[in-house]
């Protein structure tokens, strides 16, 4: 069965062709991201003006580069939610015209499990149960997946999304947005051990806080500890020379050392809802977990608790439609449908 996926939680407006839930025929992304950039993070009004210019061109295009005709389509899967109301809202109308004009079945799925699902295209697979660990812009969560239809949330951030703590890391360090690529690059060069950073901690221990490190790193490049030279201090202060991130050293130890801390909480975490619910597997999703360090860091750390660790391809960690194809048709075959009467679901 052929399924179009359709995208538009945040930013991005995307479509996609899955054949039978596994394999990627097209995955059309089209980002208004350059609208945004001045701003230092997405404003919801510019992405879901530019989703409504561009959805039905991303649409055909996905459509053409899988070649296939659109009545060969059995499905159209849309994102319903957690993300931005307009974006959403543009998804599911069209998801909706498609869907009553060409007489598709129409099924609206949830944006967090599908960045699970991403772990399930190109014909891998994982064996269920297992924990779940989401990282990206928006969300920072762990479930226990026993299957698609049966996820339930073990912990949260209680603040910051941990993409959204890298994506204001690096507004603070005046690197532009988004954050994480931008800092991973820069941490490369930097010492992870030079600064002290942590996570707070939570009432709850699967629960996340990452407003207080960011507010750490606020203070370190306003005010740095003691012991600092005052000169290197005029360093972190100064925009434009901060903008030299490659060749600025202290800047890249904040760097390294910020994402070292967040990966830690993050491995610590997982391992502990892996050892509390007896989970063998451990499945990763969402635009963080595109971070080379955190894969790397995580295999090493999973596997010392005996515990088999799964990534996404990276192309796959961000936002894209072909992951919210590839769980929709795995939720129709469960025999899931929606209706007409879609809503979106913001949080
Ligand atoms: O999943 P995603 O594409 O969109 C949401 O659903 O939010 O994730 C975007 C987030 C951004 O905050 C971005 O800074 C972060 O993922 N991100 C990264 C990396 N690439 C993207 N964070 C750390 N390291 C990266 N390499
Ligand atoms: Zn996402």
């Known amino acids: ?84 109301i307009g974006s959403l809202l543009v998804g599911i109308s069209f998801a909706k015209s498609l869907s009553l004009s060409l007489s598709i079945p129409l099924l609206g799925t949830n944006h967090l499990y599908s960045h699970i ?102 203070y370190c490049v306003r005010r740095p500890a003691s012991g600092v030279q005052r000169r290197n201090m005029a360093q972190y202060a100064i925009p434009h020379l901060l903008r030299q991130a490659g060749r600025n050293t202290q800047y890249a130890d904040i760097a390294a050392s910020f994402q070292e801390a967040v990966i830690d909480v993050l491995i610590k975490k997982s391992l502990l809802a892996c050892k509390i619910k007896k989970a063998k597997r451990l499945v990763m999703g969402g635009g963080v977990v595109a971070n080379s360090r955190l894969r790397e860091k995580f295999y090493a750390e999973a596997e010392k608790s005996r515990v088999k660790i799964y990534f996404p391809d990276k192309k796959l960690c961000l936002d894209n439609a072909a992951m919210v194809a590839g769980l929709g048709y795995k939720l129709f075959r469960q025999g899931y449908r929606s209706n007409l009467d879609l809503n979106v679901d913001p949080n």
């Not at 210019?53 to 849309?78: M, N, P, Q, Y």
């Open 1 to 84: 069965m052929y399924v179009l996926g359709i995208e538009s939680s945040c930013d991005e407006t995307a479509a996609a062709v899955v054949k039978d839930g596994i394999r990627i025929l097209s995955n059309e992304v089209s980002s208004s991201l350059q609208f945004h950039q001045k701003y230092g993070g997405v404003v919801p009004e510019i992405a879901s003006r530019m989703q409504l210019e561009t959805i039905a061109e991303v649409a055909d295009s996905a459509i053409k580069k899988a070649r296939v005709k659109l009545k060969d389509i059995g499905l159209v899967s849309v994102t319903a939610g957690p993300g931005l």
């Open 117 to 218: 699902y991403a772990n399930f295209l190109n014909g891998r697979a994982v064996e269920l149960p297992f924990v779940a660990l989401v990282v990206s812009g928006g969300h920072t969560s762990l479930f226990y997946v026993e299957d698609f239809d049966r996820i339930n949330l073990l912990g949260a951030t209680l603040d910051d999304a941990c993409g959204e703590a890298f994506d204001k890391v690096a507004k603070i360090l005046a690197l532009g947005y988004p954050g994480g690529p931008v800092i991973e690059r820069l941490a490369k060069n930097g010492n992870s051990g030079k600064i002290k950073f942590s996570c707070s901690n939570t009432k709850h221990p699967l629960d996340f806080s990452f407003s207080g490190i960011k507010t750490a790193v606020l």
